[in-house]
């Protein structure tokens, strides 16, 4: 759906690794290209009419990612250059200086890297625990499987909404509920998630929450960093500079500027934060409900459509969102991918950056293919097409 | 040498490849190609007497011209003196770079010799040349 707000699909391409990164729609494109031809200056700084129009359209963007995610105040928003910087300040502004050595910290065997190494890097730090909560047979987490790893000593609850390989949706209502009750923060990584399903950071108990804006049909280089204003207020920045202090002294007295500015050093990615405003405005317009129907259609007919193919082995029929991993019986995946593009199919091979997963599937690569609003039934089709004509794959890669 | 047989060498060293399997033995010296631009995950191992290579064998996962290139690789350094070894290397490196070579000495590896009209594919090509490589310059070092 939707198909002509995005001008990559005038390409004769059949995009399906939206797991990595999404098209952007004109509407956002040419919010960027704007900024940049009728109102370039600089934010927080100048008191001419650009450049109080910039200080709007930027905190305006704030007020709008508050409202997308059902923030209590958009002083809880501060933006960053995307989830894996998100989540590294909230590991090294936040966990640092709040835990204490022997801590828990619960996280998967399905998280993306930075929701790993960051916790790896703070245990060797300060000497917090990281425990990995147990996954089903499908490889999926289940609320009550984590909530059982809980101890006295658990601080943090660290998992992505939607895992970005096996694409596991999971329970965040029911998890983060149960956390509020024990006083266990609750961290989400919705790198996945933003731009797929609605996101109610309150109703959900979440006390911070990552995204990057790529994901989700804004611009590169550009982030969100949500956390409870109580919980943000213990946090530290990890970068000092221009825009975040109130005033310093030569005798070395200085004072910050409060949040979210605090978290803002530096001259800010202004026209990422102006695309990311437009991407809000465009999914809201689309509607996630309509997304996520598209998106669970498209799943179900391509792993019907999937099945039927002798050849092929699905790794995660059982899930819910909509990334499909498989290979090809005895044919390593970036061939595949490699025989696909031939076709000018788009398919991501490797271990997604979910290194930890091998353990648990038993084999480190897999293609997965992830959907979006864009993608077609017509698409699936010729994937299928070209896949059941793989036994001419080595005529084709070699 | 035509097309057809080019693929018909690189296929078959794919799906049969030379002396793969685990080589627990420390007279050989072992070297990983994991790397993050690329999900291929090769241990090869070496065993230099002498100055000679005397044997090698390789296991792990990696597409079709990265194992079927380092099969050829192995089986053209059997026997071969270090000195030798450096200048097929050196040949063939600049082969799949579109440089000068000499062709008589590369024998086999010549299959891949238009591989860099998929450029995507050279480093698979170039993931042997790169160990053994990184195994010369552990030679050097340790004498």
Redesign the interface.
């Known amino acids: 759906m939707n198909r002509e707000d995005f001008d990559m699909l005038k390409q004769d391409i059949i995009y399906f690794d939206n797991s990595a990164t999404t098209f952007k729609p004109k509407s956002v494109l040419n919010a960027i290209n704007d900024y940049y031809t009728s109102y370039t200056a600089n934010a927080h700084r100048g008191d001419y009419k650009i450049s109080l129009k910039v200080d709007s359209l930027y905190e305006g963007v704030r007020d709008k990612v508050k409202d997308f995610i059902n923030a209590k105040s958009s002083k809880e928003i501060v933006f960053t250059s995307g989830t894996t910087d998100s989540l590294n300040r909230t590991v090294f502004g936040f966990a640092k200086h709040n835990l204490k050595p022997g801590d828990e910290v619960i996280i998967t065997k399905t998280e993306h890297a930075s929701n790993v190494l960051p916790w790896l890097e703070l245990a060797d730090e300060i000497g917090i625990k990281i425990k990995y909560a147990p996954l089903d047979k499908n490889l999926k987490l289940q609320a009550s499987d984590l909530l059982k790893e809980i101890t006295p000593k658990t601080k943090i609850v660290s998992i992505a909404h939607i895992t970005n390989t096996i694409g596991d949706i999971r329970n965040l209502k029911e998890i983060g509920g149960r956390l509020k009750d024990k006083n266990i923060y609750f961290v989400v990584d919705a790198a996945q998630s933003a731009g797929h399903r609605k996101i109610d950071v309150q109703d959900m108990n979440i006390d911070f929450l990552a995204f990057s804006g790529h994901k989700m049909c804004g611009p590169t280089g550009i982030g969100v960093l949500y956390g409870k204003e109580e919980l943000l207020e213990k946090t530290k920045p990890i970068n000092y500079g221009g825009g975040m202090n109130n005033f310093f002294e030569g005798d070395g007295s200085r004072e910050y500027r409060s949040i979210p500015t605090l978290f803002e050093a530096g001259t800010q990615n202004i026209e990422g934060v102006i695309g990311l405003g437009t991407a809000v405005d465009y999914l809201n317009r689309v509607g996630f409900d309509k997304i996520e129907e598209h998106e669970k259609e498209l799943r179900s007919y391509l792993i019907e459509e999937l099945s039927k193919i002798e050849n092929i082995e699905i790794l995660n029929k059982e899930s819910e969102a909509g990334n499909v991993l498989f290979n090809i019986k005895d044919v ?4 595949t991918a ?1 025989y696909l593009d031939n076709y000018n199919i788009c398919v991501r ?3 997604h950056c979910a290194k930890l997963l091998k353990d648990e599937l038993g084999i ?2 897999t293609c997965r293919i992830s959907l979006y609003l864009y993608n077609t039934k017509e698409e699936i089709d010729k994937l299928i097409q070209v896949l059941k004509n793989s036994k001419n794959i ?2 084709v ?2 | 040498m035509d097309k057809e047989l080019k693929r018909e060498i690189i296929i078959d060293n794919y799906q049969n490849p030379y002396n793969k399997k685990t080589i627990e033995d420390s007279s050989y010296i072992k070297i990983n190609t994991n790397n993050e631009s690329c999900i291929d995950d090769l241990d090869i191992y070496f065993k230099v007497e002498n100055g000679v290579f005397a044997d090698a064998g390789f296991n792990g996962e990696a597409c079709a011209i990265s194992t079927s290139a380092t099969s050829i690789m192995l089986k053209s350094l059997i026997n071969k003196k270090v000195d030798e070894v450096k200048e097929l290397l050196n040949n063939y490196i600049n082969m799949i770079n579109e440089q000068e070579y000499d062709k008589d000495l590369l024998k086999e590896l010549n299959v891949y010799d238009e591989i860099y009209l998929q450029p995507n594919r050279k480093n698979c090509a170039l993931l042997p040349a790169k160990a053994v490589e990184k195994l010369l310059k552990e030679l050097e070092h340790d004498s």
Do not use: E, L, M, S
């Open positions: 390593f995946p970036q061939d490699i091979a490797g271990n480190k690569n080595f005529d890669v070699i």
